[in-house]
Every structure is written in structure tokens, then in C-alpha cells.
T-cell receptor, first 114, second 114 residues
Framework: AQSVAQPEDQVNVAEGNPLTVKCTYS??????LFWYVQYPNRGLQFLLK??????LVKGSYGFEAEFNKSQTSFHLKKPSALVSDSALYFC????????????FGGGTRVLVKP | DAGVIQSPRHEVTEMGQEVTLRCKPI?????LFWYRQTMMRGLELLIY????????DSGMPEDRFSAKMPNASFSTLKIQPSEPRDSAVYFC????????????FGPGTRLTVT
């Protein structure tokens, strides 16, 4: 069965510093990987995805993620965090064998302090 | 595009009452998903449809929950009878299963059962 782990419940970072949110996954075949962001009282918003190709994926709002097959990781990064990046971030994986559903991680709360 | 539309945005009801949540997916999307989000259990997939047909309802908690998709532009999630433990935010999401797979979420319905 596919699974996603986000080992940190919360990440604190100062504004202007680099931001990293960790994600590791487990699937039986080739993974499709996704990052979503959820602001308070809102639905999840799609940030970026890895399907195939270049291991470094660029997405919305200056975020990027790096696919690492050997470490089964897909960490989300932003070179310079903004206070407005404070939100809940979810990693998700689609396994071809599991149909079209996504398995989500537990979420990581990011707090960017001024 | 208007995005995924959900109604109502907030619902407060008494235990034992019937609750119906509604969703309009993005036009052209052929997959529709219902999720439930709580602090304790995180984001849970309840059921998903492909071309209006239920594919996987293994996440539906019990027989009190039912979901329908009578056409490509409308779906309902019904709880009858409702219980306090059903209090949560319920999200609808849709996706195009051709090559994209990312899901687009609605704003959610916050359900409170007293």
C-alpha cells in the first residue's frame, strides 16, 4: 500500500530564510507526487507535481521540490520565506496501482516569523 | 473557471438530523472526490467517482453516510442520522484523469452537529 510521511508537525523559520518541508513516500511502482497548501478556513491549493522528467520541479509562489528516487523523498523548498507562506502544507502520492486517488501525508504547519 | 463549488459553507444541525452537502466539480473533470478533515484524523478520503460511477467507497465511515453523483456536474454527500462525531470540514475535489491527476479542492463545508 502507498503511504506518505511528513516527519515534522511544524516548521518555524524567519522571514527571508530558506524554507524546507520534508516528505518521504512509499509506493509499489513509479510515484506521482504532489504538494498542496492550505490557508486557514480554505480548501487545499495545488502547488506543484512530479510526474516524470527533471527531478527539480518548480511550482506556484516561488516553491520548488526535488524528487529523489533513492531516498524516496520529495522535499518542498523555497529560497526565501515570506510571512504569507505561513500555512499547512500537504504532500501526496498517487500510485498507479491504486487508481486515481491520492494518499496524503499528515501535514506540516509552517510558521514564518517576521 | 469558477473552480469547485460547495454548498453550504457552514452547517449547524442537531444530532439525528439529516445533512446533505453539495458539490459542483470543475467542468470537464471526470473524477470527483469527497474528503473529511478533522484535527484528530487529518484528511481522509471518503469516496470517489469516475464518470459519475462510484469507484472506491472504502473510506465511508458507516451506513449513515451515502454519496451520489447523478450527473457530471453535481454530487451530494448525505449523513442520516447525523452524530456529533461527524463534525468536521468536508471537502469536495475534482480532477481530470487523462494526464494531470492533480486534484482541485472546493472551499469546504464546515459541519457542526450538536
Amino acid at each position: 500500500a502507498q503511504s506518505v510521511a511528513q516527519p515534522e508537525d511544524q516548521v518555524n523559520v524567519a522571514e527571508g530564510n530558506p524554507l524546507t518541508v520534508k516528505c518521504t513516500y512509499s509506493v509499489s511502482g513509479n510515484p506521482y507526487l504532489f504538494w498542496y497548501v492550505q490557508y486557514p478556513n480554505r480548501g487545499l491549493q495545488f502547488l506543484l507535481k512530479y510526474i516524470t522528467g527533471d527531478n527539480l520541479v518548480k511550482g506556484s509562489y516561488g516553491f520548488e521540490a526535488e524528487f529523489n528516487k533513492s531516498q524516496t523523498s520529495f522535499h518542498l523548498k523555497k529560497p526565501s520565506a515570506l510571512v504569507s507562506d505561513s500555512a499547512l502544507y500537504f504532500c501526496a502520492v498517487r500510485d498507479h496501482a491504486a487508481g486515481n486517488k491520492l494518499t496524503f501525508g499528515g501535514g506540516t504547519r509552517v510558521l514564518v516569523k517576521p | 473557471d469558477a473552480g469547485v463549488i460547495q454548498s453550504p459553507r457552514h452547517e449547524v444541525t442537531e444530532m439525528g438530523q439529516e445533512v446533505t452537502l453539495r458539490c459542483k466539480p470543475i467542468s470537464g473533470h471526470d473524477y470527483l472526490f469527497w474528503y473529511r478533515q478533522t484535527m484528530m484524523r487529518g484528511l481522509e478520503l471518503l469516496i470517489y467517482f469516475n464518470n459519475n460511477v462510484p469507484i472506491d467507497d472504502s473510506g465511508m465511515p458507516e451506513d449513515r453516510f451515502s454519496a451520489k453523483m447523478p450527473n457530471a456536474s453535481f454530487s451530494t454527500l448525505k449523513i442520516q442520522p447525523s452524530e456529533p462525531r461527524d463534525s468536521a470540514v468536508y471537502f469536495c475535489a475534482s480532477s481530470f484523469g487523462g494526464t494531470s491527476y492533480e486534484q482541485y479542492f472546493g472551499p469546504g463545508t464546515r459541519l457542526t452537529v450538536t
